[in-house]
C-alpha cells in the first residue's frame, strides 16, 4: 500500500524538488525558498530519490537521508517524501506520471538546478518530462552558460518564460520552463561528502 503523500488542496501548485539528498545541505532549502516566491509555489516536496539513474555510485541509505532532510527542511510550506521508493520509479517521467495520477487537480512544477539542465536531455524521456509539467530551474555557480545553451534549452526555446515572468509558470500550460537568476549558493553534497571523508582520514591519521 502506497503511504500518502504531504497533504494538498486541489488548486495548489506544487514544485517537485528531486534528489538524492547524500546529505541534505542549505543550497536545498535556499533553492527551495526561492522556488516558492519566484515561481508562485503552494508548496515544495523534496522527493527524496532512491538512486540518480545516471550516476554510477549508489547513495547513502534512504531511512537516512529522509531523516536528515526532515530535520533540515523545517520550513511551513516544504515537505519531504521518499514517494519514489514506494512506488518503485527511479526516472522521473515515471514518477511524474503517477504522482500526477495520485494527485487529481493539483499543479506541478518540476524544479531543478541549472547543472542538471545542462544534462537533461539525457534523461529517459526528457521531452514527456517538459511537455507534461512547467520545469523551474535555479541558477548554480558555474553552470549558467551550459544550462541557457543545453540541447534542452534551445529545443525548447520558444517555451521559455523570461526571469521577470517567473512568477506566471506555475500556472503556466507545459511546455513551459524558466531559468531564474537567484542568487547563488556554492554549496553541494559532494563537497560535504569530500569534507567528511577528509576528517575521516585525518582523524585515522592521528591514531
Ligand atoms: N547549491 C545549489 N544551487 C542550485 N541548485 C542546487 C544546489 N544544490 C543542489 N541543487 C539542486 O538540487 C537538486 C538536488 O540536488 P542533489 O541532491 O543532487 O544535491 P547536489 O549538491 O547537486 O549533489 P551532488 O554534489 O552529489 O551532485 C538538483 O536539481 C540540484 O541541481
Ligand atoms: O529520469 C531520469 O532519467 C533522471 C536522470 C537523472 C536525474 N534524475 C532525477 O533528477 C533529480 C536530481 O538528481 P541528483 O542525483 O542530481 O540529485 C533526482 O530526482 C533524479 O531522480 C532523473
Not at 532532510?69 to 519514489?84: F, G, K, M
Not at 542538471?116 to 535555479?138: C, K, M, S, T, Y
Not at 571523508?197 to 585515522?204: E, I, M, N
Request: hydrophobic share 40%; net charge positive; glycine share 8%.
Amino acid at each position: 500500500m502506497i503511504q500518502p503523500l504531504p497533504p494538498s488542496r486541489p488548486g495548489q501548485v506544487i514544485g517537485l524538488l528531486g534528489g538524492s539528498f547524500d546529505p541534505p545541505h542549505s543550497g536545498h532549502l535556499h533553492i527551495s525558498r526561492e522556488a516558492l516566491r519566484r515561481f508562485g509555489l503552494d508548496r515544495v516536496w523534496w522527493l527524496v530519490s532512491p538512486g540518480n539513474p545516471l550516476k554510477r555510485h549508489g547513495p547513502a541509505p534512504l531511512p537516512d537521508r529522509m531523516a536528515a532532510a526532515r530535520a533540515l527542511a523545517d520550513h511551513p510550506r516544504i515537505a519531504v517524501t521518499d514517494i519514489e521508493a514506494r512506488l518503485g520509479t527511479r526516472y522521473t517521467a515515471q514518477t511524474l506520471a503517477a504522482v500526477t495520477a495520485i494527485c487529481p487537480g493539483r499543479r506541478f512544477v518540476w524544479l531543478m538546478g541549472a547543472d542538471n539542465l545542462a544534462q537533461f536531455h539525457r534523461w529517459q524521456d526528457w521531452r514527456g518530462i517538459i511537455e507534461r509539467v512547467p520545469v523551474g530551474v535555479l541558477a548554480r555557480p558555474g553552470q549558467r552558460i551550459s544550462a541557457r545553451l543545453s540541447p534542452a534549452a534551445r529545443i525548447y526555446a520558444q517555451a521559455r518564460i523570461k526571469g521577470r515572468a517567473s512568477h506566471l509558470l506555475g500556472r503556466a500550460r507545459a511546455p513551459a520552463w524558466c531559468f531564474v537568476n537567484v542568487p547563488m549558493t556554492g554549496i553541494s553534497s559532494s563537497d560535504l561528502r569530500a569534507r567528511e571523508r577528509g576528517a575521516d582520514h585525518a582523524a585515522q591519521a592521528e591514531k
